[in-house]
């Protein structure tokens, strides 16, 4: 059972990474039909707000209660979780550039290992610091490989990256506590509507709604569904199953897809670094799957490292 559910979340995780790998080429083509990045997030998480609502609405209203002293549960990390994470994401783009914003963003697994350990829930293993700097070195390779830009990081992008990275290793780490009393998607709903809410403040709704036609809200429901909803929900389940660490170090996989999907859909070139990259972060996910055997000796032989 316990391999079991391992299994799952890995699985789970793996799918979240792969569907937000493939989504990458999919906003560059948008960016590329002058989608606003800003515009899209404010859509992004007003449309996700109202499928999720709307579904649990109709098919298990239930999942829609929440208690009162969880309000502020949910207010935090709808900030912190969501709007932070959104903003100084598309902060640092505009500081460095894409590959520069996703390399440390996916720094996250540092600072979710460094607080399991401050908190005794974690271990500094070999096992885990090997994955933690595999895949660290991993995305800095893929990064320095990009022939459209490379590591560029001016103090502003630093200071705004590692925002993000810190901002989304906190949303692993707290909504791994709501899943023990909460669905996913519940947690997801009201999340959304609090970081839907917070980028009402950048401009009217409306606004961004009116400026796309035909073909390109096509895409964006895609982008909705398929590279929010879904992804994130499946991100969730996983970390119901996994470690803040194991969900973090795995969906670390984005990037390797993302590669992989921007050279078969757009055509652009992978180097020997990139490939090297890609490796390095494969191997850091395998590295940690290694666990899965020690914690399962726990069971039999008691902890060991």
Known sequence: MFMGEQLKGFICVFSAALLWGISGPIAKYMFNMNVDPFELVQIRLILSFLLIFSFLAVFSKKLLRLEREDYLYVFILGIIGVAVVQFTYLYTISATNVATAVFLEYLAPIFVLTYGVLRGQEV??????????????????????????????????????????????????????????????????????????????????????????????????????????????????????????????????????????????????????????????????????????????????????
């Open 124 to 305: 500094l293993s070999r096992i885990n610091g090997t994955a933690i700097i595999l895949a660290a070195a991993g995305g800095y390779l893929i990064v320095k490989g990009n022939l459209q830009g490379g590591l560029a990081v001016s103090t502003e992008g630093l200071i705004s990256g590692l925002t993000a990275a810190s901002s989304f290793a906190f949303y692993t780490v707290y909504t791994k506590r709501g899943l023990a009393k909460y669905s996913p998607l519940t947690i997801m709903c009201w999340s959304y509507a609090v970081g839907a809410v917070c980028w009402i403040i950048y401009q009217n709704p409306l606004v961004s709604f009116s400026h796309y036609h035909g073909q390109v809200w096509l895409i964006i429901i895609y982008y909705v569904v398929l590279a929010t909803v879904v992804p994130y929900g499946l991100f969730f389940k996983g970390l119901s199953y996994l470690t803040p660490l194991k969900t973090g170090l795995t969906a670390n996989l984005e990037p390797v897809i993302a590669a992989a999907s921007a050279y078969l859909m757009l055509g652009e070139k992978l180097t020997v670094m990139q490939l090297l990259g890609c490796a390095s972060i494969l191997l850091a996910v395998t590295v940690i799957q290694l666990r899965f055997k020690n914690s399962l000796k726990q069971q039999f032989n008691g902890p060991n490292d």
